[in-house]
């Protein structure tokens, strides 16, 4: 028995009762049969040796949850089941194999991450998270298995739930191994608890035809998003991924259909779109036709911006850009998306940030009909956006904070669309963005003050120091002021973005806060290839915004991050609650 555990004696387990050996293995009589189990509860790691055992039910005295003592199956599918362990008895003496008989660990995790987000349990999601990276699975693998889950299992299609999975798989570069099993856990949690309550969705077949073209297609696909019949538009879709229609194509034709209207769901509809394309990357080409199918329901009852008061008085933009847009649409873009022509950056940024909309919609225009490039307007309309969020005065209602949010995470999906489609419809999106930059103009009367660079020292704060100031509420100035003195300081901006996705992370933190430090981190990358100060005030000022954003939302009973730790500890073998 080399390398197995001696547990004593049959008898010794009849006259004491259960006995605890090392590794942290309860060894128990029951009906004439001895049985070897992990000590721990797996739910939350209670001592099982102190539970009650009954008709060969095993029960944990915590939280009641009952398991198989032959298999350590559970009746409670929130526990977990217990790992079992091999044992065998020679003359009386009973030897215990000290690995558990789990079969197929990853296949096991995999089934059992599966089942958490169908049952939208978290404990059961975060075990199965830690399992599977600490077997070295691929964070994209495990991603997948809740993209593709949640794009059939919400009848209401995208929502929430993946956008947080997709962006969080887009932030993992900038975090250490434990931010990236929380930032796992959080979108995955996020996703399961979409699906509660949601019917399963299936999808319609595509139409039962092969020789209408591309371009008719497209034309049916709009018309149908027009009159709100997505049924109609989700057929004509699928027909187009049949006929093998390109990524490319397709994001420019449903981003079209998104731009005929204006800000269309306070911006919602245009990240979800991003983000859904973003995750092609991570699931198998035959998902394809869930993930993108699942962006056309939320058309179904999607707010029109043109629509609203406030886009029409007292200054009525809509006219305007419909003007703009028919003078585009007849004179041309250039297609160079590179850019033709001088972009005086400075003042079209100040531009978008000032009170004449009507200044900056000409602006625009002529930029774009002299050849300036589409992408470059949008980075430059993207960080006007942040820079609302820089000016936010906490004056404002605190609901406020998700106006500013919106505009940015919208500016973001334009800049990143235009980047991934050279359709010049899209261009449409940067004056949408314009127009609510303008109308988010009251939001920053007074303007914050931007914080200087007083206390700046030799020494460089330490990261950390940040958490610290983030256990307190109504600390956005605070943090925005050590931000400017760690960053003066010389501090480098790689471990400031693991602290900050910490500071994300670490709370319940709702489904803005997670679009904010993404859209920030991704504007922030495209302006720090870049050199020059126009550059580095960009990058200063997207670091300001995330900080000011996630420091007004913090902070919170941080239940989902301690269900992660918890989960954690309880893989690398830790006694939660013995003695030691």
Same mark, same amino acid.
């Given at each position: 028995?080399?390398?197995?555990?001696?547990?004593?004696?049959?008898?010794?387990?009849?006259?004491?009762?259960?006995?605890? /050996?090392?590794?942290?293995?309860?060894?128990?009589?029951?009906?004439?049969?001895?049985?070897?189990?992990?000590?721990?509860?797996? +739910? !939350?790691?209670?001592?099982?040796?102190? @539970?009650?055992?009954?008709?060969?039910?095993?029960?944990?005295?915590?939280?009641?949850?009952?398991?198989?003592?032959?298999?350590?199956?559970?009746?409670?599918?929130?526990?977990?089941?217990?790992?079992?362990?091999?044992?065998?008895?020679?003359?009386?003496?009973?030897?215990?194999?000290?690995?558990?008989?789990?079969?197929?660990?990853?296949?096991?995790?995999?089934?059992?991450?599966?089942?958490?987000?169908?049952?939208?349990?978290?404990?059961?999601?975060?075990?199965?998270?830690?399992?599977?990276?600490?077997?070295?699975? $691929?964070?994209?693998?495990?991603?997948?298995?809740?993209?593709?889950?949640?794009?059939?299992?919400?009848?209401?299609?995208?929502?929430?739930?993946?956008?947080?999975?997709?962006?969080?798989?887009?932030?993992?570069?900038?975090?250490?191994?434990? @931010?990236?099993?929380?930032?796992?856990?959080?979108?995955?949690?996020?996703?399961?608890?979409?699906?509660?309550?949601?019917?399963?969705?299936?999808? !319609?077949?595509?139409?039962?035809?092969?020789?209408?073209?591309?371009?008719?297609?497209?034309?049916? &696909?709009?018309?149908?998003?027009?009159?709100?019949?997505?049924?109609?538009?989700?057929?004509?879709?699928?027909?187009?991924?049949?006929?093998?229609?390109?990524?490319?194509?397709?994001?420019?034709?449903?981003?079209?259909?998104?731009?005929?209207?204006? &800000?269309?769901?306070?911006?919602?509809?245009?990240?979800?779109?991003?983000?859904?394309?973003?995750?092609?990357? &991570?699931?198998?080409?035959?998902?394809?036709?869930?993930?993108?199918?699942?962006?056309?329901?939320?058309?179904?009852?999607?707010?029109?911006?043109?629509?609203? +008061? #406030?886009?029409?008085?007292?200054?009525?933009?809509?006219?305007?850009?419909?003007?703009?847009?028919?003078?585009?649409?007849?004179?041309?873009?250039?297609?160079?998306?590179?850019?033709?022509?001088?972009?005086?950056?400075?003042?079209?940024?100040?531009?978008?940030?000032?009170?004449?909309?009507?200044?900056?919609?000409?602006?625009?225009?002529?930029?774009?009909?002299?050849?300036?490039?589409?992408?470059?307007?949008?980075?430059?309309?993207?960080?006007?956006?942040?820079?609302?969020?820089?000016?936010?005065?906490?004056?404002?209602?605190?609901?406020?904070?998700? $106006?500013?949010?919106?505009?940015?995470?919208?500016?973001?999906?334009?800049?990143?669309?235009?980047?991934?489609?050279?359709?010049?419809?899209?261009?449409?999106?940067?004056?949408?963005?314009?127009?609510?930059?303008? !109308?988010?103009?009251?939001?920053?009367?007074?303007?914050?003050?931007?914080?200087?660079?007083?206390?700046?020292?030799?020494?460089?704060?330490?990261?950390?120091?940040?958490?610290?100031?983030?256990?307190?509420?109504?600390?956005?100035?605070?943090?925005?002021?050590?931000?400017?003195?760690?960053?003066?300081?010389?501090?480098?901006?790689?471990?400031?973005?693991?602290?900050?996705?910490?500071?994300?992370?670490?709370?319940?933190?709702?489904?803005?806060?997670?679009?904010?430090?993404?859209?920030?981190?991704?504007?922030?990358?495209?302006?720090? #290839?870049?050199?020059?100060?126009?550059?580095?005030?960009?990058?200063?000022?997207? /670091?300001?915004?995330?900080?000011? &954003?996630?420091?007004?939302?913090?902070?919170?009973?941080?239940?989902?991050?301690?269900?992660?730790?918890?989960?954690?500890?309880?893989?690398?073998?830790?006694?939660?609650?013995?003695?030691?």
């Amino acid at each position: 028995m080399n390398g197995w555990i001696q547990a004593g004696t049959v008898e010794e387990l009849r006259e004491h009762g259960p006995k605890l /050996i090392k590794g942290g293995i309860v060894v128990i009589y029951h009906e004439d049969r001895v049985h070897a189990l992990d000590n721990r509860c797996p +739910h !939350l790691g209670f001592p099982l040796h102190m @539970g009650s055992l009954c008709n060969g039910i095993l029960t944990c005295h915590w939280h009641h949850a009952r398991f198989d003592v032959c298999s350590g199956g559970t009746l409670d599918p929130w526990a977990d089941d217990v790992p079992v362990h091999d044992l065998t008895v020679q003359d009386g003496s009973i030897w215990v194999n000290p690995n558990s008989r789990n079969g197929n660990q990853v296949q096991r995790y995999k089934e059992r991450l599966l089942n958490g987000i169908e049952q939208n349990i978290g404990l059961v999601i975060a075990k199965a998270i830690v399992g599977l990276m600490e077997a070295g699975v $691929s964070e994209k693998e495990i991603a997948a298995i809740g993209i593709e889950i949640g794009v059939k299992q919400r009848r209401q299609g995208w929502g929430s739930g993946l956008t947080i999975l997709t962006a969080m798989m887009n932030i993992l570069p900038k975090l250490d191994k434990q @931010g990236r099993i929380l930032a796992l856990f959080q979108g995955l949690l996020h996703t399961a608890r979409d699906l509660a309550g949601s019917g399963t969705r299936f999808l !319609l077949d595509p139409l039962p035809i092969t020789d209408v073209s591309e371009e008719r297609l497209t034309e049916w &696909y709009r018309d149908c998003i027009e009159v709100r019949d997505t049924r109609g538009a989700e057929r004509v879709l699928l027909t187009l991924v049949q006929a093998g229609t390109s990524d490319k194509r397709l994001f420019s034709m449903m981003n079209m259909a998104a731009t005929d209207h204006f &800000y269309i769901n306070g911006g919602h509809t245009l990240d979800f779109h991003n983000k859904a394309f973003e995750s092609l990357k &991570y699931v198998e080409h035959d998902k394809r036709n869930d993930v993108l199918a699942s962006l056309v329901p939320m058309f179904g009852n999607a707010s029109r911006s043109e629509e609203l +008061h #406030s886009w029409q008085s007292p200054i009525n933009l809509v006219q305007p850009l419909k003007e703009a847009f028919e003078e585009l649409s007849n004179k041309g873009i250039p297609t160079d998306r590179a850019g033709g022509s001088t972009l005086e950056e400075e003042e079209l940024l100040q531009a978008l940030l000032g009170d004449d909309p009507l200044r900056t919609v000409s602006m625009l225009k002529e930029a774009l009909l002299e050849g300036a490039s589409p992408v470059r307007i949008s980075q430059i309309a993207a960080l006007a956006a942040a820079e609302r969020v820089v000016r936010f005065h906490t004056h404002n209602d605190f609901g406020d904070w998700i $106006s500013v949010l919106h505009t940015f995470t919208h500016a973001h999906a334009v800049h990143e669309g235009l980047i991934r489609s050279a359709d010049s419809w899209l261009v449409r999106g940067i004056f949408h963005t314009a127009a609510t930059i303008y !109308l988010d103009r009251f939001l920053n009367i007074p303007a914050a003050p931007r914080p200087s660079a007083t206390g700046t020292t030799e020494n460089v704060p330490q990261p950390s120091e940040l958490l610290e100031i983030l256990d307190k509420q109504q600390q956005v100035a605070q943090a925005a002021e050590w931000v400017i003195r760690y960053l003066r300081s010389g501090g480098k901006p790689e471990p400031l973005f693991n602290v900050l996705g910490h500071a994300l992370l670490r709370e319940d933190a709702e489904f803005h806060s997670f679009q904010m430090y993404e859209a920030a981190m991704a504007e922030y990358d495209r302006w720090a #290839s870049e050199s020059g100060p126009f550059a580095e005030k960009a990058c200063e000022t997207l /670091i300001l915004a995330v900080t000011r &954003y996630l420091a007004a939302h913090a902070p919170t009973s941080r239940e989902i991050p301690h269900t992660a730790t918890i989960a954690w500890r309880l893989h690398r073998g830790e006694k939660l609650f013995e003695e030691e």
